[in-house]
């Protein structure tokens, strides 16, 4: 696609790093203030930097870095808000598109519905209307927008009454990870039966055919996951179907895919039941059963847990004598990093379960442990199961299901 | 005929493993009134992500509102993902990721005509396929109420207002009523005499809103019949090696979940060879009904013979796909030489030779796994080859004959189809719409906006005779809607009764067997079964009548 640039718009580069044209009267004023602020900021950190907590031979510096750090350790995510001035995800140049003439499912009922309407379907509707996109937003959804209304310079397409949706979700998709035709496989690290330290998207390929091929069926963004193979398979990230330039993007790269460049939620795979056994289990190796299962998942909890709890000691312990006198660094280890994430509430966790014993043990370790599971997949038995799900931790997960292909 | 304890929640399961043995259909229904939130996903490579909305549909249809169906590929998935306030919804402030559909989203074969993400829009030139514009779903509540499955030798069914079965004029006048006994259907019309009678005599009455009469359906190409759960092997026949030549009759095993799921679908009859899940396939395939109990039923095996299978993939090849090429070539040209006197005396009867032999005298068609285009190729100049040597061995004694091939597969065929229209060599895809998954597929056709039609569509311009064959077990529930896509997307190249003979006529022709008594077989639909939604409520067949009420 060729792409014009507008002056005036923010670009790609400077949503990251806003925007910084200003008047420049006072400018030579605010600068010289500016270097000085910047080189008295340098000038005390090398000196922080350099002095050393006397006993224990630690940096001053980075034990108060630390400190600071302490609080996004135990921050939990809210979801990000809609409404903004622009969509971080937007590349200037892409022009406002007025689609006019579209037969519009919103995906909410009409204002004012009640709640039990609602759930039975009363005032959903399909409605004609226009859908007018702009900064990587839907700005304006009615019917007939106005003129003035409209930003200069946009394009208009006619969906001559056609029906009109948000682009479709698929929450459970190894896209990207294996090879095309099946040439190449880097779904699943099986390595080792608990690797929450793993992230999808490291074996995530942004040219993979498919992604264009899934998003000519309506699909516009997809959960990563890794697969099925271990009980704790790793992070999963959720991305956009769209890759380089022909798909309006500036560049083409795993991050330049992800769905919130905040990277608000993680996401993390883990599996029950079959699989892990079929690939680990033998005699004398685990899990073998599913009771090494759940000793598996157990087990890497306790120990996610007691990383998390050392951390959280170490905070305490800086709040009281002050992070500079501390004797050690806070702990870190990569290993159960993500693990502890989950803990503490930051992880979206989907876990692949279909029997009634892989969910019921799967909600008991929710509770041992205290974390949330948004969504079980697959989940062929849950619909005998409802009030099982519903004890688990935090909230009652969802059913990710096939229609008809129980696989 | 299946006990009638199998009905409602676990009448529609399927079964890739022993975990998923007791899955069903009406899952999402059950678990949305339990308060619980279903959405649906690909699992990609699982299902293809492409086709995910449509898993959305089938939810609809088995019962899930409308309204959550689709906010179970949109906005409970994107709210699940933490991501409710910017994605899944047309609503100001949200992201600008938009579909334009060229039908209802939760239609059979509903397609995008542009997408939007981040407000770019993602396709150059798209593909829009020529389809009348339709109004959105009116979703109907009727799906929602469970049906209870029974067996009656007397019914009547009215409100009929098709007969996708007649040759000619399929559309009633007035909609008309069908009285069955003993699955015969012993009258249609208004049939006045005939339902005083028969209200007299207790006839069971089903009430539709807009009745379909249609064939039944036949799953070809599948291991229906020969397992049960794919990834058990306890549950399978067991497949082929090389040193084998089996017939599918002799390790049939009936009265499965598989088969009853497959028959409550109207999938009443099956071709099957042995093989072990996949289209890839060695030995003699039988026909039968998947309704029946054992093979020793009446009826039960309507052909025992039906074709002589053969893989040519990648995964079965052996050692090499040349090799295993000239193999057959080999085999087939040993079987157009006449035995010497000695040699027909000890004739191994039910040898892979001896069914060769009724292959090159064109008693028995040879089926062949195949989807890479080369191989077919290959395979059109092993028929050059064999065809030859059939008109110099055989046929100046005996009638004309040529070797009669069918490519089951076929992901790849539309690459040769001009050829293989006049090597007069038909095509039964399975599945339907593949997508890429081997390297052997790789040139798969992902259909509109893409690509213009896929591989069905090629195939018909070029006058090959086609049928849709499934892959994997799990399709043999979804063969109507499959025809319906391939009717829906096929601008027109199909009439609805073409459509359906994809899964049911074609087979026997492009199979050169005879239907068994295809009238006495039928199903009755209340909808359009080639569309959304459409619900089977009677199915006739082998004296037996099935309703759901």
């Known amino acids: 696609m060729e792409k014009t640039y507008l002056d005036d718009l923010p670009s790609y580069d400077s949503v990251v790093r806003q925007w910084s044209k200003k008047r420049r009267s006072r400018r030579l004023i605010r600068v010289t203030v500016i270097v000085s602020i910047l080189f008295a900021a340098y000038y005390f950190t090398q000196i922080s930097k350099y002095s050393i907590n006397s006993s224990k031979g630690l940096s001053v510096s980075k034990l ?5 750090s302490c609080q996004s350790l135990r921050h939990v995510p809210v979801d990000p808000s809609g409404p903004r001035l622009f969509n971080k995800r937007w590349v200037n140049g892409t022009k406002p598109i007025l689609i006019k003439n579209a037969t519009v499912w919103t995906g909410e009922p009409s204002p004012g519905t009640s709640e039990e309407d609602a759930r039975r379907g009363i005032g959903y509707n399909w409605a004609t209307s226009d859908v007018l996109l702009n900064y990587g937003l839907i700005v304006k959804v009615a019917p007939n927008i106005n003129a003035t209304d409209l930003p200069e310079d946009y394009e208009t397409y006619d969906a001559k009454g056609r029906q009109l949706t948000a ?43 498919e992604i264009q091929s899934i ?123 993500s693990l502890g994430a989950v803990l503490r509430g930051q992880v979206r966790v989907n876990t692949h379960c279909y029997t009634i014993p892989d969910l019921e043990s799967y909600v008991r370790h929710t509770n041992e442990f205290k974390f949330r599971v948004w969504a079980f997949h697959h989940a062929h038995q849950t619909y005998l199961v409802p009030e099982i799900l519903k004890r688990a931790y935090g909230g009652t997960p969802a059913a990710a299901l096939f229609a008809d292909n129980s696989k | 005929m299946t006990s009638t304890l199998a009905s409602n929640l676990t009448s529609s399961q399927v079964y890739y493993k022993v975990e998923a043995y007791t899955a069903s259909e009406k899952a999402g229904k059950i678990l949305y009134e339990n308060g619980i939130t279903p959405v649906y996903v690909s ?67 509903a397609t995008p005509v542009q997408v939007w993400i981040d407000g770019a829009p993602q396709f150059e030139n798209p593909v829009e396929l020529k389809k009348p514009q339709t109004q959105p779903i009116k979703p109907d509540l009727n799906l929602q109420r469970e049906l209870t499955r029974m067996e009656r030798a007397k019914v009547i069914f009215t409100n009929i207002t098709r007969d996708l079965r007649a040759e000619n004029n399929d559309m009633f006048s007035e909609s008309v009523n069908v009285i069955v006994t003993n699955s015969e259907i012993t009258c249609i019309g208004t049939c006045k005499d005939e339902m005083v009678a028969a209200t007299n005599d207790n006839f069971t009455i089903v009430e539709l809103q807009n009745g379909y009469l249609t064939p039944s359906f036949t799953a070809f190409g599948s291991s229906l019949g020969l397992l049960e759960i794919d990834a058990e092997k306890a549950t399978h026949d067991g497949g082929f090696n090389d040193a084998s030549f089996p017939r599918a009759v002799d390790g049939l095993a009936l009265d499965g979940k598989q088969l009853a799921t497959a028959f409550e ?65 080999g085999k087939l040209l040993a079987a157009t030489k006449p035995k010497k006197k000695d040699e027909k005396k000890n ?22 796994s195949v989807h890479k285009a080369d191989t077919i190729a290959a395979i059109i100049r092993m028929k050059v080859t064999i065809d030859k040597a059939i008109a110099k061995e055989i046929t100046p004694s005996k009638k004309p004959t040529k070797l009669q091939i069918v490519i089951l597969g076929g992901a790849e065929s539309y690459l040769v189809a001009k050829e293989l229209a006049a090597a007069n060599i038909s095509v039964v895809l399975a599945p339907l719409l593949p997508n890429s998954q081997t390297w052997d597929e790789r040139r798969s056709l992902p259909g509109a906006p893409l690509s213009n039609g896929t591989a069905i569509d090629v195939l018909l311009d070029a006058g090959v005779l086609v049928g849709i064959g ?78 759901w009420i």
């Open chain 1, 167 to 209: 682009g479709i979700v698929d929450m459970h998709s190894h896209a990207g990870l294996e090879g095309f035709g099946g040439l190449g496989d880097d779904t699943n690290e099986l390595s080792g039966d608990i690797t929450p330290y793993v992230k999808s998207l490291d074996g995530f390929n942004p040219i993979h055919p």
């Open chain 2, 43 to 109: 699992d990609n490579p699982v299902l293809n992500s492409q086709h995910v909305v449509f898993e959305a549909a089938k939810a609809y249809a088995n019962g899930l509102p409308y309204h959550v169906a689709l906010a179970g590929v949109t906005s409970a998935s994107a709210e699940l993902l933490g991501l409710g306030e910017r994605v899944g919804k047309i609503k100001e402030g949200f992201d600008a990721d938009v579909v334009v559909w060229d039908s209802d989203p939760l239609s059979i074969a």
């Open chain 1, 64 to 68: 108060q870095e630390q400190h600071a």
């Open chain 2, 265 to 329: 679908h109207g999938t009443i009859k099956a071709i099957s060879a042995p093989s072990t899940g996949t289209i890839e396939a060695k030995g003699v395939s039988v026909g039968f009904l998947t309704g029946s109990l054992s093979t020793l039923d009446i009826g039960a095996i309507w052909l025992e013979e039906v074709a002589v299978h053969y893989p040519l993939t990648q995964r079965t090849k052996s050692p090499s796909i040349s090799s295993s090429v000239g193999i057959l070539r």
């Open chain 2, 470 to 547: 499934v892959n994997e077990i799990w399709e043999t529930r979804g063969l109507h809607t499959m025809a319906g896509w391939a009717w829906r997307n096929g601008e027109g190249r199909l009439t609805e009764k073409q459509a359906l003979a994809l899964v049911g006529s074609n087979i026997y022709q492009i199979l050169d067997i005879k239907e068994s008594s295809s009238l006495s077989e039928w199903l009755i639909w209340d909808g359009n079964p080639l569309e959304i939604g459409a619900r089977l409520r009677g199915i006739g067949s082998n004296g037996n009548t099935v309703i």
């Open chain 1, 215 to 337: 998003k000519s069926g309506g699909v516009t963004t997809s959960l990563i996951l890794p697969g099925s193979g271990n009980n704790m398979g790793g992070e999963a990230f959720v991305v956009k179907m769209a890759s380089g330039k022909s798909n309006g993007r500036a560049e083409i790269s795993q991050e330049d895919m992800l769905a919130d460049p905040d990277k608000t939620w993680r996401y993390m795979k883990m599996a029950c039941g079959e699989n892990p056994k079929r690939v680990y289990g033998r005699t004398g190796r685990g899990p073998y059963s599913r009771l090494g299962e759940a000793w598996e998942f157990r087990h890497a909890l306790e120990q996610a847990k007691k990383f998390v709890e050392s951390q959280d000691n170490w905070c305490r312990a800086a709040n009281r004598v002050g992070a500079e006198n501390m004797g050690e660094y806070l702990p870190s280890d990569l290993r159960w990093e």
């Open chain 2, 347 to 368: 004739e191994e009867l039910y040898s892979e030779d001896y069914y060769l032999r009724l292959v090159v005298s064109g008693k028995l068609p040879l089926v062949i």
